[in-house]
């Protein structure tokens, strides 16, 4: 049974590879010191074990795994990355310069220092900031033939150099930088919920009623019998009316009327009202007796996905919220380069955010009129634009241009990333193409990534043992170089130099490191979802940086 179960994984090669992604997944849920591994994590320890066993990848599989990240990365950056160079994204573009710089100079310094074989500083770099796309980008690197060869040594030697410097690192950057982001603000005597709270007080200027997020909208019909309300325009009398409402309906004398901002109520009138369902129940009577009434009740309550265009963003002043509230909805969630950022406050517009809306029908499409696109459950991916959008990255990734004698471009990777920034960033401004659903998009990117991590792994495994036992201490000490020293000086950077807040700096480190596990860490501390704003800034620019990065250390 065991010979016929080893003969079939070694002749089929995706048979291999999703036995390692369903195991790394499994070993991905296994929670250590009370955080979870990740998928990345034990898709790359399993494919560590197979390859150890001698069991190798398919460069195809792990070509079109890397194809499919990177062109995501880009498409989901693409509508924000823009817009963060205009929100403060000097601070941002600068603090992702000074971290992803940092790790890049020790990496490269240690690399030479150690005597490390050609392409381990690629890896070096890469494991020391827990980057995928710097991986990606310096295997894919070698692999096209982008970057010379050193003399003695084939490409796939420097590949496994790459892959097994970036495993052995990979361990520390992920738990240290945890362990760092966890205790620095405690070592530092920052108090970070403290912090938080201050900062979402500035933000909702000193009112302390926060945004409240959607719990059960819900409709409910009543009579007109407070004094309070009468002749007082609709706009105007939510002081007056439970939580935040919105009077869909009002009928008098038997009839319906219109209903507009300046719509006044009278006593005896019967109002239909869409709102929150605890707060209806913490104000039960202060309208009057509620109603059953079918035909005044019947109110179609709707939730849609709207994403901001940018050509809505110019135009525009208010704040979102603001906006969706004169339309009588709801927001449950917002999400930014797919992270949920915090709905306490003014929110800013930001081209490419997508707003979870709910409210009656015709007022969702008021507010996807107003702010951008409404998102309709759709199934179709345009794989029209998806298709050729890679096809043209592949194509600008060739381009070269020499200086002083070296042959310098994008490389595949920086070509991908391009493409995939600007589809995003056009799709922002005309979203009748390019269209790729929330869910088909996380599966390209999350299962290309899994795909290239399982070849990853599986290269690595068959040489890391001896990599170890040669210069395993060095590496591992050099690992933890590369991960500590650019957060410590891109916490002074921030603070001294750009006078960033701490919880939102904390939020931003994490983003230049591209590391979402210790977001996780960093909100959990903060007791706020504050720091994601941070994350998204510096993450626009941290892929872009750390992608082109990994193929420039292998020129040097």
């Given at each position: 049974?065991?010979a016929a179960?080893?003969l ?10 999703f036995l390692?992604l369903?195991?790394?997944y ?5 929670s250590?010191?009370g ?6 994590s ?11 066993l001698?069991y ?6 792990q ?11 880009g ?9 963060v ?7 941002y573009?600068s603090?992702?310069v ?31 900031l ?9 295997q894919e ?18 590949m ?12 520390f ?24 709270a201050?900062?979402?007080a ?6 302390e ?13 009543y009579?007109?019998e407070?004094e309070?309300?009468?002749g007082?325009?609709?706009g ?6 439970p ?17 507009t ?6 006593l005896g ?11 209806f ?7 009057g007796?509620?109603l059953?009434?079918p ?5 179609h ?14 135009k525009f002043?208010?704040?979102?919220n ?7 909805c ?10 949920d ?8 517009f ?14 969702v ?17 345009d794989l029209?634009?998806?298709s ?14 020499t200086?002083?004698g070296?042959s ?17 960033y056009l799709?922002?401004?005309h ?12 599966v390209f990117?999350e299962?290309g990534?899994?795909?290239f ?20 201490f ?10 500590s ?7 002074v ?6 006078g960033?807040?701490?919880?939102l ?24 979802s504050?720091p994601?704003l ?22 040097l």
């Amino acid at each position: 049974m065991i010979a016929a179960v080893d003969l079939f994984l070694r002749s089929n090669p995706v048979g291999l590879l999703f036995l390692v992604l369903g195991l790394g997944y499994l070993v991905g849920r296994v929670s250590v010191l009370g955080f979870e591994l990740g998928s990345v994590s034990g898709v790359l320890f399993v494919g560590l074990f197979f390859g150890h066993l001698g069991y190798v990848p398919n460069a195809t599989t792990q070509s079109v795994g890397f194809v499919l990240f990177i062109f995501s990365v880009g498409l989901q950056a693409g509508p924000s990355f823009f817009s963060v160079i205009k929100q403060d994204g000097l601070k941002y573009f600068s603090l992702a310069v000074v971290i992803s710089g940092t790790g890049f100079a020790l990496a490269l310094t240690l690399a030479r220092l150690l005597g490390l074989e050609p392409g381990a500083a690629a890896g070096l770099l890469a494991g020391g900031l827990t980057s995928s796309p710097t991986l990606a980008a310096a295997q894919e690197a070698v692999r096209a033939g982008d970057v010379p060869v050193a003399a003695g040594f084939t490409a796939d030697q420097i590949m496994t150099n790459v892959t097994t410097a970036y495993a052995i690192t990979y361990i520390f950057g992920l738990v240290g930088l945890i362990l760092i982001i966890r205790f620095l603000p405690r070592v530092l005597g920052v108090d970070l919920p403290s912090e938080a709270a201050k900062l979402e007080a500035s933000r909702r200027g000193g009112v302390e009623d926060r945004v409240q997020v959607l719990n059960d909208i819900v409709v409910r019909a009543y009579r007109v019998e407070n004094e309070r309300l009468v002749g007082v325009p609709l706009g105007a009398a939510n002081e007056n009316l439970p939580g935040r409402i919105s009077v869909e309906r009002l009928r008098r004398d038997g009839e319906l009327i219109p209903v507009t901002e300046e719509t006044t109520v009278e006593l005896g009138d019967e109002v239909c009202i869409v709102g929150f369902l605890d707060e209806f129940i913490a104000s039960a009577g202060r309208i009057g007796p509620e109603l059953s009434d079918p035909d005044l009740l019947d109110v179609h309550i709707e939730s849609a996905r709207v994403v901001v265009l940018r050509t809505k963003v110019k135009k525009f002043t208010q704040s979102l919220n603001e906006v969706v509230a004169e339309e009588g909805c709801f927001i449950s969630r917002i999400q930014r380069l797919g992270v949920d950022i915090p709905l306490e406050g003014d929110i800013e517009f930001q081209a490419g955010d997508v707003v979870h809306v709910t409210g009656p029908t015709s007022r969702v499409e008021a507010v996807g009129e107003a702010v951008g696109h409404i998102e309709r459950a759709t199934e179709q991916t345009d794989l029209v634009t998806f298709s050729l959008g890679i096809a043209v990255g592949l194509l600008v990734g060739t381009w070269t241009v020499t200086v002083a004698g070296i042959s310098v471009g994008l490389g595949t990777a920086g070509g991908l990333l391009a493409a995939g920034l600007v589809i995003g960033y056009l799709r922002a401004l005309h979203p009748t193409f390019g269209g790729v659903p929330g869910a088909a998009r996380w599966v390209f990117m999350e299962l290309g990534l899994m795909a290239f991590m399982a070849g990853v792994g599986l290269r690595a495994g068959s040489g890391i043992i001896d990599t170890l036992a040669q210069s395993g201490f060095s590496l591992v000490a050099a690992g933890i170089l590369v991960t500590s020293t650019p957060v410590l000086i891109g916490y002074v950077f921030g603070r001294k130099v750009l006078g960033i807040n701490p919880v939102l700096l904390l939020g931003a480190i994490t983003g230049s490191m591209t590391s979402g596990a210790s977001l996780s860490i960093v909100t959990a501390e903060a007791r706020s979802s504050v720091p994601s704003l941070g994350y998204t800034g510096a993450y626009a620019f941290a892929n872009v940086f750390l992608t082109v990065a990994g193929s420039v250390i292998l020129l040097l």
